[in-house]
């Protein structure tokens, strides 16, 4: 299988290693997180350059004590750390000295790729935790668990340990010789096309889910499917997997008017132009960078008109 074109998959840069026990490591940074809207967004500081994390292993300024405080990433004898803070820095969201909470979604683009990952890992993880309060199997509280990345039940009869959940997205970009097929949501403008996706059911494998996905929302059977890249999607804790699929009968799509309101198929110069314009409104345009069926779309673009791999 061909290897996908050099593109930079936002937040799916750097591993974290095998967590291991923290004795005797040196924290040398830690990233701070806030509660925002339902969900949590990290705190950054304002530069010449862009938005950055605050990376400082403590808060040079009034913060409320950490609720959460987990370890992202190890390096030989040092760790990063990342905390959720029990509340915002202000009510109303200000900024505090200079630093200020943006969404991932607005600030994965902006950073450098390695903290972008950093803050994707850091997210899920937290987003976790904050979900995780108490034991699915009996209802008692739970507590952290060692590093970060488990929690035990406290109930003396139960005492079971629970780690983090992540949910597997498939993303899939229809395509048939030099035509894409994509759709638009009811709540996308007009104009706001992307690709198909949804998640896994149990008892599916990801190719499974990618044609199910596809058939139900464009009404579309794939012949074969090229697995390209996935991404970690911090919203709250999930894995998007991507797919190229080859379409059977270009003449089927049509969409199920409840997930998709409107399908199209487009030329390959026509994507080019959309991703082009993913920023601007008000014209045909595709998610921007920050979503894989962007990059599914430049990874199309950028390979061979080769046949499919069967699968």
Same mark, same amino acid.
Not at 63 to 83: D, G, L
Not at 132 to 142: E, L, Y
Not at 185 to 194: A, C, D, I, N, T
Not at 296 to 306: E, G, I, K, T, V
């Given at each position: ?13 750097? %591993? ?12 040398? #940074? ?50 990063? =750390? ?27 683009? /902006? ?45 003396? %009869? ?26 638009? =949501? ?21 190719? =499974? ?14 012949? #074969? ?57 008000? =014209? ?8 894989? #069926?962007? /990059? ?16």
């Amino acid at each position: 299988m061909m290897a996908a074109a050099l593109l930079d998959i936002i937040f799916a840069g750097g %591993g974290a290693g095998k967590e291991t026990a923290d004795a005797g490591r040196e924290v040398v #940074a830690s990233l701070y997180f806030v509660p925002q809207g339902g969900g949590i967004a990290p705190l950054v500081r304002r530069t010449p350059s862009g938005p950055r994390l605050v990376t400082e292993p403590e808060l040079a300024m009034p913060a409320p004590p950490p609720e959460i405080s987990v370890t992202v990433s190890r390096a030989q004898e040092a760790s990063v =750390q990342a905390h959720l803070l029990g509340t915002g820095l202000q009510p109303d969201g200000g900024e505090v000295e200079g630093i200020m909470a943006v969404g991932l979604h607005q600030l994965g683009p /902006q950073l450098p790729p390695h903290e972008a990952a950093l803050a994707a890992r850091a997210a899920a993880l937290l987003n976790w935790h904050r979900r995780a309060r108490h034991c699915p199997i009996c209802g008692a509280p739970t507590v952290l668990g060692e590093n970060g990345v488990a929690r035990r039940c406290v109930a003396e %009869g139960c005492g079971q340990e629970h780690f983090p959940r992540l949910d597997l997205v498939v993303m899939t970009l229809p395509v048939d010789g030099d035509w894409c097929l994509l759709g638009r =949501q009811p709540r996308f403008p007009e104009g706001f096309y992307s690709g198909f996706a949804g998640f896994a059911e149990p008892g599916e494998t990801l190719e =499974q889910a990618a044609r199910r996905e596809t058939l139900e929302e464009a009404n579309v059977s794939l012949t #074969a499917l090229d697995y390209r890249f996935s991404q970690p999607w911090p919203f709250p804790h999930a894995v998007t997997v991507g797919f190229i699929g080859h379409v059977a009968d270009r003449e089927a799509a049509r969409a199920d008017d409840a997930e998709i309101a409107e399908v199209r198929w487009f030329r390959r110069a026509e994507i080019g132009e959309m991703l082009d314009r993913a920023e601007q409104n008000g =014209q045909l345009r595709m998610p921007g960078a920050i979503s894989l #069926a962007h /990059q599914l779309a430049r990874d199309w673009l950028a390979r061979s008109s080769a046949t499919p791999n069967q699968r």
